[in-house]
């Protein structure tokens, strides 16, 4: 089995901190890069920190130009990063902006009291209760996910100057997180997101 490769970046930068000019050069060197290594067109992307907000939504553009075809970048929720709370529905979804089209893989949310709630992946993957994690996966119809190396790296080096509340996102659940990931992987099928879209009806999306 193979795996669907994406851009990330090159320089994982905030691309909301970035100009037009400066997002479309380091895409362009990102999957020239991976393009190289893979001999396989990049088709996807996702923005470092989900950081396409509704002030740069211009982003899309230069994606479509460079040929991606899908994006997992919208994060419908309030976040330090920005995120994009008035995202309609957290399914995947047809972003027209501007004549360019992107087949769009939202992160996805519950809801507790009416507060949109990550469940499935980085910090907020480690401080959620497996149980809540399981029974919100089971009620759903569509799940995106993500993790960096250092959800699983309880072994990491602490940075002491960070303050109290950055340290506990940081760090809290590191070391229990693979073998919560190991069950949830077990307990559900999960699919890469080449799979994905092909098994999505985008016609009624």
Known sequence: LGFEIGSHTHMHQLTYEQTKKEVESDLYKSIQTLQEITGKKVKSFRAPGFSITKKNKWVF???YRNGIEYDSSIFPASR?????????KATPSRLIIEGAEIKE????TASILGYKWIFSGGGYFRLTPYNLI???TKES????TYFHPRDFDYEQPIIQELSFF???KSYYGLKSCLPKLEKWVNDF??????????KVDWNNA
């Open 105 to 108: 893989f939202p992160i996805n």
């Open 61 to 63: 553009e230069i994606l």
């Open 189 to 198: 099928e999960f699919i890469d997101l080449s799979s994905a879209n092909n």
């Open 134 to 136: 399981h029974s919100w």
């Open 80 to 88: 330090a990063h920005g995120g994009l709370s008035s995202f309609p």
């Open 141 to 144: 119809n569509y799940i995106m």
């Open 166 to 168: 950055r340290k506990f």
